[in-house]
């Protein structure tokens, strides 16, 4: 095979598993038809080009790293455009992500913060792997997750009223006067001030607040309640535990979703959803986690204005694709549904795209040549830029990727 025919047909690949501690036993082993042992958590299966763990690519016999094939041959992978937009490189990264328990509690940096926060620590001479970095790349990180079963999470700030409202059920008198302050102040900087607090508390009094507002949780038949304590059981003694009483709790149902800008506060409980996001490593946390908080670093990127998520469907583009809103320029999510009747066809330019096959069986087809891609439940592929048109029929349901156009 040359390179110029390599270049113009859909690419099977082959995706990483990441087994972090808080992933699901056979959620993901389930998809891929993979025997599950019922110990190991798989947590997220990676689709894309990022250098910690990309995708592999079958070429000539032998697999290559995706990222490493977009950085030789950019314009053949990317387009003109997006090569040009993004140093040669993928701007997304793509997932399934399965929990069983609960992911810290964190945010993510805009352009302007990544960019000078990683100028910083370049400066600083801080090691990109240090365990206190807080910025691996100058690069924003917005991110998409639509659930495929239902998914619980933790999402933006509450409003101020409801945020007094559920500190007085479950926190203790001694929180009284910032619950006073923040109805005195009931805008962004009110609970910006509410939230440093209780960021800065000592360990003592940190205790005790937790202490208390457990105990008014296990007497609570409230949702809130019910996070508290669960919470507490996988992070005790963690402020972050206190996260339902001032962060939006809501269930994702399937086939929905919520798109997460810079700067919102967020952290993910259960369930199984697609992924998407730029393709950066910027996490700043802030809590339920043993890993490194910069309290200060944090609060300089949050959105404290009260957020209200709402899940949303997807908008139906043509008869087989629907398209979720996603206003970030790295990437879009669609969900594409084929039957005997049923096709989707693809415009004549688009970047890189990425297509997984949740359920069912597809064939990707090279318009006008007898290019044909099979991918059955749980395969990728990728179809280049060079490639140009393509269509997919078969029977199921596909998820694509790409980068807007």
Request: hydrophobic share 40%; with cysteine.
């Amino acid at each position: 095979m040359d390179k110029t025919d390599f270049f113009t047909r859909p690419l099977l690949l082959e995706n990483p598993v990441q087994k972090y501690a808080w992933g699901s036993a056979t959620a993901i082993q389930k998809i891929l038809g993979a025997e599950p042992d019922g110990r190991t958590p798989w947590a997220e299966l990676w689709m894309g080009a990022h250098p910690k763990a990309p995708s592999m690519v079958h070429v000539n016999g032998q697999q290559v790293p995706l990222n490493e094939l977009i950085r030789d041959h950019p314009r053949a992978f990317l387009g003109a455009d997006t090569e040009a937009a993004y140093s040669n490189t993928l701007p997304y990264l793509f997932k399934v992500l399965a929990a069983s328990q609960p992911l810290s509690i964190q945010a993510h940096p805009d352009a302007r913060q990544a960019r000078e926060g990683f100028k910083r620590e370049n400066e600083q001479q801080i090691p990109i792997d240090a365990p206190h970095r807080n910025y691996r790349d100058s690069w924003p990180k917005p991110e998409l997750i639509c659930a495929i079963e239902p998914f619980g999470a933790l999402i933006g700030f509450r409003s101020p009223e409801m945020i007094c409202s559920l500190g007085r059920r479950f926190f203790p008198k001694s929180l009284e006067r910032p619950l006073q302050a923040l109805e005195t102040r009931p805008d962004a900087s009110g609970i910006r001030a509410f939230f440093h607090e209780l960021m800065i508390m000592e360990q003592i009094h940190r205790a005790e607040v937790i202490h208390e507002a457990l105990a008014n949780a296990r007497i609570s038949d409230t949702p809130e309640g019910y996070w508290i304590d669960r919470l507490h059981q996988s992070y005790p003694g963690d402020t972050g535990v206190l996260a339902p009483v001032f962060l939006n709790l809501l269930e994702i149902p399937p086939g929905r979703a919520v798109f997460l800008t810079p700067g919102i506060l967020h952290a993910y409980l259960y369930g199984t959803g697609m992924e998407i996001m730029a393709n950066s490593d910027n996490v700043l946390r802030g809590g339920l986690t043993a890993k490194h908080v910069d309290v200060a670093e944090l609060l300089s990127a949050l959105e404290f204005a009260p957020s209200f998520p709402n899940p949303a469907a997807p908008e139906k583009m043509d008869s087989a694709e629907q398209r979720f809103a996603a206003p970030a320029d790295e990437f879009g999510l669609s969900v594409i549904r084929l039957d005997p009747d049923t096709r989707y066809c693809s415009p004549k330019e688009h970047s890189a795209d990425i297509l997984f096959c949740l359920d069912g069986q597809a064939e990707i087809r090279k318009n006008k040549t007898d290019t044909r891609l099979d991918l059955g439940q749980g395969r990728a592929a990728i179809v280049p830029a060079a490639a140009g048109a393509y269509e997919i029929v078969g029977r199921g349901k596909l998820w694509k990727a790409g980068v807007p156009q």
